[in-house]
């Protein structure tokens, strides 16, 4: 009755049901990791939004990793720029999604080393061969605000850190890259500033992460589920239906054979 299921298309299909089984429950997992990644990120984000800003200096120092848990934590610094050492970060984005620079000043701490801090946002100028045109920030000592982050790489981020660049810009925010360049001490991670603003929002603060959303990972992950039960469900329809399609056949043959002669 079953025979047909043993030929070559038959065994094929099957097989390929047994394959997309065991691969759509996985793709299912992938999702659901992304989601459960991205809610358990979401609470970092907002338990150190909402924390009360501590010294840098407490969290982090001179070739330390920032680990992800303290990734956006608050933090404070008082020091005073070093403009003579500013450089700026190629192809980062405003939040409009123009395409400029990020502007990265080392910061003297008092009586301590070197933090970097990301300003914000200034345009390209129209060419990004020539350094952007900058407004200084306050002279003489300053206290701010900001978010601690990590050092920058490129298998973090995607980006290539290429070089030859013109002077003064970069391509990633490295401590260590900074450090080099300066001959002095400097604090591992750097600081997003958001706080003092510019009087003319210029460069413009960089936007507090979104973490509200969670995404679409978990409808993904229940849609490669309902896939994978559809697989079986949908090779049985087929099979019965190939066994309809077959009896009708036998029927039709049958009654189209001649009676046999009588004499």
Known sequence: MYRFLLSRQWVLVTLL???????????????LHRHQHR????????????????????????????????YWRRVTATGTYDTAHEVVVRR????????????????????GPTVL?????VPDN????????????????????GRLMADQTTAASGIKDVKGLPPRQVMLISSAQQQKALGRPVLGGYIEQTAPESPDDSPELIPAP????????MAYAVQWWLFTAGVPVGWVILVRREKRDRAEAAAKAGAAEPAPATA
């Open 39 to 70: 809610v358990a990120q979401n609470t970092v984000i907002a338990d150190n939004l909402k924390a009360k800003p501590v010294p840098v200096t407490a969290l982090t120092s001179p070739g330390h990793t920032v680990p992800h848990a303290q």
């Open 117 to 121: 801090i990301n300003r914000g946002w």
């Open 92 to 111: 980062r984005t405003a939040a409009d999604g123009r395409v400029g620079y990020h502007v990265l000043t080392p910061f003297v701490l008092d009586g």
């Open 210 to 217: 979104d973490h509200s959303s969670i995404g679409p990972h």
């Open 126 to 145: 129209g060419s990004q061969t020539e350094f952007p045109r900058i407004p200084a920030p306050p002279k003489g000592e300053v206290t701010i605000t």
């Open 17 to 31: 049901a047994l394959v997309l089984i065991p691969t759509m429950i996985e793709l299912g997992f992938w999702q």
